[in-house]
């Protein structure tokens, strides 16, 4: 899968949880390019190729990611909260495990973007900083793995059947809004 920064996603602001689940699928790729070019590459010199993707990977999570968490976090999850719907309040449960995952996620990454752009600068990690910026992408795999299973398949089906189109176009004019598009 060819993935590139600012690339149009598969469903646009009007199918606002299609759009969040193509942002799972670009959060699954940009951290794939990450694990490999650490494992591959294991601290040494990057060439041009893989200096381009490590600076992508890393630029993406700086900044689609935060979106992404506030798209959640301050426009869909309040409206789940705020439905009066059983269904609602099952997927619900999940909510306080998704927030904190992306608490964790955030302490992780910023890790990993230092070190990133460490290795970006100096063209070569120490062995020490290699194996913790390993275990930091290995620690992201599992949240992701987890949190992404979560939202896709129970919460976003949920939030489809329980919020009304008003609030889930709402919910795609919000998340339009932080990244500055009209309409």
């Known amino acids: ?11 646009g602001f009007d199918e606002p949880l299609g759009l969040l689940s193509d942002c799972h699928r670009r959060i699954e790729h940009f951290l794939l390019a990450l694990c490999t070019i650490a494992d591959r590459v294991a601290g040494a010199a990057l060439e041009p190729g893989q ?4 600076d992508g ?4 999570f700086a900044t689609a ?18 439905a009066h719907d059983p269904e609602a309040h099952a997927a619900l449960d ?8 992306h608490r964790e996620a955030e302490q992780h990454h910023a890790v990993v973007d230092r070190m990133g752009r460490q290795w ?5 990690l120490s062995a020490a900083d290699l194996r913790e910026l390993q275990r930091r992408l290995a620690q992201l795999r599992s949240i992701y793995e ?11 089906p ?14 795609g004019r919000e998340m339009a809004a932080r990244r500055s598009v009209r309409g």
């Open 1 to 11: 899968m060819l993935l590139n920064i600012g690339q149009r996603p598969d469903h």
């Open 57 to 60: 990977a890393l630029t993406y």
């Open 94 to 101: 999940l909510v306080g495990r998704l927030e904190h995952d």
């Open 65 to 82: 990611a935060p979106r992404h968490t506030a798209d959640e976090e301050e426009s869909l999850f309040p409206r789940l909260q705020a």
């Open 158 to 171: 949920a939030a489809a059947r329980v919020l009304s189109p008003h609030e889930l176009e709402a919910v």
């Open 51 to 54: 200096r381009a993707a490590l």
């Open 146 to 156: 987890a949190h992404i299973a979560a939202e896709d398949t129970p919460l976003f």
């Open 120 to 124: 970006l600068d100096r063209d070569a």
